[in-house]
């Protein structure tokens, strides 16, 4: 008896044991199970505040290391100052002014170039270069009655009538209308406030940090501003066009049109032309606030020269001057 009330003793002694080894086991499991829910938690709940920072950080100063880069693309369009014990100073009456080598953006001259001002009909230069890049010469503009609408200087656009394009670019850099200008724009952009958007969105691409613009023709001065420096660096790129440079040099253009005027005959408003040994370019301007502009360029020996300035009472004779002080440089 002995013997056998012990080995039942023993034998419920191991039992307890073998029914509680399990319990204890899936217990340390669902331990371990919520330890490691905890841990993932916060793991996970890390991984998105190191991805966030990933993002706002890197990104921004990737992005800010790359603007540069962009800025110095646009920056090479002028190179300058000149160095002023080398240079003479000639008087202009111009409230701003410049003096440029149109192959190497060479500054060879300048006078308050960065003033901001009003320019006038100088915009068109911007309206001409965006529209030149969209419209075809042959192709067909249906002018918006808007066209007619618009104020001062402008050559008589029917509303609705179809024109050419290559017309209108005439009448835009010649004869500078101002109806031409609206024309474009809208047949360009779909509506005057887009291509004025087009036009303040390329001078930014251009790094024209003097600039903006509020028509596509300059007949409004408000809000209407550059600077000598930025209307020579957009005068650079514009001459790069080939149908831009043969516009912008013409002095008279018969012109054929539809009944009932049968045609039309524009006549450059740049006095440089034919004037100036060598000049072909590049535009005029005046309003009341504005005075006069005058973009000028000259080509001379294959060199080209260009000549800006601006609120000039004397335009056309400190452009003269200044063209000449251009040629008188030793080319770079």
């Not at 600039?211 to 209307?231: E, Q, R």
């Given at each position: 008896m002995p013997a056998g009330v012990l080995t039942p003793a023993v034998r419920r002694g191991r039992r307890p044991r073998r029914r509680f080894r399990p319990l204890f086991a899936l217990l340390a499991v669902v331990v371990a199970a919520a330890a490691g829910v905890v841990l993932f938690v916060r793991h996970s709940s890390a991984k998105p505040a190191r991805a966030v920072a990933h993002v706002a950080v890197v990104p921004t100063t990737t992005h800010a290391r790359r603007r540069p880069p962009a800025r110095a693309q646009a920056a090479p369009l002028l190179a300058g100052p000149p160095g002023s014990d080398r240079v003479p100073r000639p008087r202009v009456a111009a409230r701003a002014a410049i003096v440029v080598e149109q192959a190497t953006g060479r500054v060879l001259w300048a006078?308050?170039?960065h003033r901001r001002l009003p320019i006038a009909s100088t915009t068109k230069i911007m309206t001409a270069f965006i529209a030149l890049r969209q419209l075809r010469s042959g192709d067909v503009v249906r002018v918006s009655p808007l066209v007619a609408r618009v104020p001062l200087v402008k050559?008589?656009?029917?509303?609705?009538?179809?024109?050419?394009?290559?017309?209108?670019?005439?009448?835009?850099?010649?004869?500078?209308?101002n109806d031409d200008a609206l024309a474009l724009a809208v047949a360009t952009a779909g509506t005057r406030r887009a291509f004025v958007a087009d036009m303040n969105d390329q001078a930014r691409e251009l790094g024209l940090?003097?600039?903006?613009?509020?028509?596509?023709?300059?007949?409004?001065?408000?809000?209407?501003?550059?600077?000598?420096?930025?209307?020579a660096a957009l005068t650079r790129v514009a001459l790069r066009n080939p149908r831009f440079r043969r516009i912008v040099?013409?002095?008279?253009?018969?012109?054929?049109?539809?009944?009932?005027?049968?045609?039309?005959?524009?006549?450059n408003k740049n006095p440089l032309l034919g004037s100036y040994r060598g000049a072909n370019g590049v535009k005029t301007g005046w309003t009341t606030?504005?005075?006069?502009?005058?973009?000028?360029?000259a080509?001379?020996?294959?060199?080209?020269?260009v000549a800006v300035v601006l609120h000039d009472a004397n335009a056309t004779a400190d452009a003269r001057r200044l063209l000449d002080l251009g040629f008188a440089t030793a080319p770079s």
């Open positions: 006078l308050h170039v050559e008589g656009l029917r509303p609705r009538e179809r024109v050419r394009a290559w017309k209108l670019f005439d009448g835009l850099l010649m004869y500078s209308g940090a003097d600039t903006h613009f509020s028509s596509p023709s300059g007949v409004i001065d408000l809000d209407n501003y550059s600077s000598a420096w930025d209307l040099r013409t002095r008279i253009a018969h012109v054929p049109w539809s009944a009932p005027t049968y045609a039309k005959v524009y006549v606030l504005a005075g006069h502009c005058l973009v000028a360029s080509t001379r020996d294959g060199r080209t020269i």
